[in-house]
């Protein structure tokens, strides 16, 4: 019987296949299609990502570096509050090419992945998990003393172990312009309700142009009119979901959930592709597959790690639906050089932070 079956082969998915199988567990990965495909994810992330991919990924991988953000409380001509570094604040990745990259890696460790394969059935009990899937030779029955769930927003396996979901789920549209761009600044417009709207330029790749919002609102519409504003027409368009909020456990008897299916995601952009690494190796420090009991220490474990970072995170986003003269005000106050980190908002309250608004 195999120690871990990971449902999903994302950036958490394959982290901890990968990690899983450095430490001697058997480990058996389904991914639905094929790796990295279809996107539904910005390729922007923190420079934090690079120790988290194999050495020499990063030149093949990376698209541009961005040393700050224009946010605008309108559309394209409207005023920008620059906020920026002297280095690189974050980069744009090849975001397919990272899932793929990852899921070589957890190969080369020993992980068995297996693509075109739908898990369509799940259930645990007190000495394993059943997992049922479909693939190009039929449905068949795997058994493991684990099943990890890194599947994603509408996680197949939170919903079969009947686990509780995130507190809330965004709508998010992502359009490519194939204009080449090597400006290090993203925007950034407020005036889309209960999120934001972004433009990114990806070097020799292009534009990434995205907006995401909440229940009941029409992104379509809004993103039609955030690209006509910019003058573009975009292609190779995709949506997807972005899960906002963890639920009061990820665990079950035999069973954890990683990534977007944790929703260990950052409230204020919606990202979660470190969190959900960080995750999965907190998952294979702490959980021993022969003890149930040992999910417990991961649900600690991770929660020390990041709730801090994910609660701040929650307060910055309420920031986006402020009155307008707070919002201006508060541009206009806090807007220049900046020593804060993306993907840990305890860092507004850093020295670096403090150093940089009395150096102005």
Not at 91 to 117: F, K, M, P, Q
Not at 176 to 200: N, Q
Request: glycine letters at 12%.
């Amino acid at each position: 019987m195999r120690d871990f079956l990971v449902v999903g082969a994302g950036p958490a998915g394959s982290r901890f296949a990968r990690r899983a199988a450095e430490a001697g567990h058997e480990v058996l990965v389904f991914e639905q299609g094929t790796v990295g495909e279809p996107l539904a994810c910005s390729g922007h992330v923190s420079t934090d990502l690079w120790p988290f991919v194999p050495d020499g990924a990063r030149e093949d991988l990376l698209q541009n570096e961005v040393v700050g953000a224009r946010f605008h409380l309108g559309g394209a001509d409207s005023r920008p509050y620059p906020f920026y570094k002297d280095d690189p604040v974050s980069n744009v990745i090849d975001r397919v090419g990272l899932d793929r990259v990852l899921a070589e890696a957890a190969r080369d460790a020993g992980a068995d992945v297996r693509e075109s394969h739908t898990v369509v059935g799940v259930a645990e009990d007190r000495d394993g998990v059943d997992v049922e899937v479909r693939g190009p030779d039929g449905v068949e029955t795997h058994r493991a003393r684990m099943v990890v769930g890194a599947d994603g927003p509408t996680s197949r396996v939170r919903r079969e172990l009947g686990l509780p979901g995130p507190s809330e789920t965004l709508h998010g549209v992502l359009g490519f312009a194939a204009e080449p761009d090597h400006d290090d600044f993203v925007d950034v417009h407020l005036d889309v309700p209960g999120f934001f709207a972004w433009r990114i330029p990806r070097g020799d790749a292009g534009v990434e142009y995205g907006l995401a919002a909440g229940p009941g609102a029409d992104v379509r519409a809004r993103f039609e009119t955030l690209t006509a504003d910019y003058g573009v027409a975009t292609t190779e368009r995709c949506s997807g979901l972005i899960p906002i909020g963890p639920a009061s456990r990820v665990t079950g008897r035999r069973s954890l959930l990683l990534g977007d299916a944790a929703a260990q995601t950052k409230p204020f952009t919606g990202g979660g592709i470190r969190y959900g690494m960080l995750a999965a190796d907190h998952a294979v420090a702490h959980v021993d597959p022969t003890d149930p009991g040992t999910l417990g220490d991961y649900e600690r474990a991770w929660r020390d790690d990041l709730r801090r970072e994910i609660r701040l995170g929650g307060l910055v986003r309420r920031a986006y639906d402020l009155p307008r003269p707070l919002q201006r005000a508060g541009l206009w106050l806090f807007s220049g050089e900046i020593g804060v980190h993306m993907d840990r908002p305890t860092s507004l309250f850093s020295r670096e932070q403090v150093r940089a608004l009395l150096g102005r």
